[in-house]
């Protein structure tokens, strides 16, 4: 059971590069959504998804789209990356939109615009 | 103010010390609340979800407050393992599971 799979575990960018970062999931999950994490600010919503073809903005949105075209992928992508972007990306699902239940994350994406 | 807030710390105890952390949302319609567990260069993981009566699981106790809005972890027994970053988290009234920024604990031996 493979959980919640994000790829790449790691990434240089230059600023101005654009990039999709992959998430799925195999457990049938309604929600999902995109976390950053910067050092003493914890993780912050950027977008999430209560289920395919249903997106909306989290907390940080600016500079990050997102879709959701079926249950298990909802990929993350940098339009034109800046070194603000530098950052631990987390993608996280749950069986449930009411967030009753556990969030599974995948294993982070290290990104490093330059 | 965020919706999430907890002491940074670090929380530096000794092996078998007990430790207590809480944390306070301000969102009165919050539903759910949980605890989950950061390793160092990991991905956050549920430790336990808090419940309105209060629960235990082993050496941990959660408690919630809802009159105060806040909820809080207290951890029996220290051990070398328990050292990581303790996130407190709520959801459910908004679609949005909203973090705290996190509570480091590091236990001495």
């Known amino acids: 059971n493979a959980g919640v799979t994000q790829t790449p575990k790691f990434q240089v960018l230059k600023t101005g590069q654009s990039m999709t970062l992959q998430c799925a999931q195999d457990m049938n999950h309604e929600y999902m959504s995109w976390y950053r994490q910067d050092p003493g600010m914890g993780l912050r919503l950027i977008h999430y998804?209560?289920?395919?073809?249903?997106?909306d903005q989290g907390e940080v949105p600016n500079g990050y789209n997102v879709s959701r075209s079926t249950t298990e992928d909802f990929p993350l992508r940098l339009l034109s990356a800046a070194p603000s972007q530098t950052s631990v990306y987390f993608c996280a699902s749950s069986y449930s939109v009411r967030l009753n239940t556990e969030a599974f994350f995948g294993q982070g994406t290290r990104l490093t615009v330059v | 103010r965020k919706e999430v807030e907890q002491d940074p710390g670090p929380f530096n105890v000794p092996e078998g010390a007990t430790v207590a952390f809480n944390c306070t949302y301000s969102n009165s319609a919050s539903q759910s609340f949980f605890w989950y567990r950061q390793d160092c260069r990991k991905e956050p993981k549920l430790l336990m979800s808090v419940y309105s009566s209060g629960n235990e699981d082993g050496r941990f106790t959660a408690q919630l407050n809802r009159a105060s809005q806040y909820i809080s972890l207290l951890i029996r027994d220290s051990k070398l393992s328990d050292s990581a970053t303790y996130l407190c988290?709520?959801?459910?009234?908004?679609?949005?599971?909203?973090f705290g920024t996190g509570t480091l604990l590091a236990v001495q031996p």
């Open positions: 998804s209560v289920g395919a073809g249903i997106t």
């Open positions: 988290v709520n959801g459910g009234a908004t679609n949005k599971l909203i």
